[in-house]
């Protein structure tokens, strides 16, 4: 392997080990203290900034010079194309956990989901456009990490395959994206600059994305407590 993506996925996995210790989110799901509508937020944020993901994607390729690598400006719009409409799969799931009615407009993203999306928006459009691979690299592979929490989700609440469509179809269809990946960091990721910028967009992506799970844990609480009006409408779930 490339030793640069080597050491990079090596930071990646050690990053995902820490946050998962430290994950509020991890500690409810692996103690089995939760019910569905745990999964239901999750399902709801995941739409949030899935929806993004093809667009922001598509920005880079749009943005990029002339003189830029054809083949990386290719990859951006290909892999724009083939990740749009992937949010409707988590509202598949979730409209496939019961009786719920989700409100129209869909509830705004959590604060910490927000600023994820902003964030991608802005490393899609400024700076060392390479940088988004930064993200990619690990959120075509995040399964292997958080396998575990699936897993526990799964028997707690006794998920058929056709509601956990997001989480499994959608990894199928990652598992075949990491190998693209991995393989245009190899061609583009050639000065420090290049390698630095999407170091620093994986690892603060990644940060983030924790952050985002704790908030999806924090509102959990909320809504347990009879206190979130917002996500109300999951309660029917019960």
Not at 125 to 137: I, P, Q, V
Not at 158 to 186: C, W, Y
Not at 200 to 220: F, I, K
Request: charged fraction near 25%.
């Amino acid at each position: 392997m490339n030793p640069f993506l080597e050491s990079l996925e090596s930071e990646i996995a050690l990053k995902w080990k820490d946050l998962l210790k430290k994950s509020e989110l991890s500690t409810l799901v692996m103690s089995g203290e939760f019910d569905i509508r745990l999964y239901g937020l999750y399902l709801l944020e995941t739409y949030q900034y899935t929806l993004h993901n093809s667009r922001n994607q598509a920005l880079v390729g749009a943005k990029l010079d002339p003189l830029a690598d054809i083949q990386y400006l290719k990859f951006c719009l290909k892999h724009a194309y083939e990740e749009a409409g992937h949010e409707l799969m988590a509202l598949h799931d979730l409209k496939a956990l019961g009786s719920v009615t989700i409100p129209t407009p869909i509830p705004q993203p959590m604060p910490a989901t927000e600023v994820l999306i902003a964030y991608l928006y802005r490393i899609s459009e400024t700076g060392n456009l390479k940088a988004r691979l930064g993200y990619s690299l690990w959120a075509e592979d995040a399964y292997v990490h958080i396998a575990p929490l699936l897993g526990a989700v799964q028997k707690k609440l006794s998920l058929k395959p056709s509601q956990m469509t997001f989480l499994g179809e959608h990894s199928n269809i990652d598992a075949d994206h990491i190998k693209d990946v991995r393989d245009m960091i190899k061609r583009v990721a050639k000065t420090d600059d290049d390698r630095d910028a999407i170091r620093r967009v994986s690892l603060t992506s990644l940060e983030l994305t924790g952050s985002m799970l704790d908030n999806m844990a924090s509102e959990y609480r909320l809504l347990e407590n009879g206190k979130s009006l917002k996500y109300e409408f999951l309660n029917t779930l019960l």
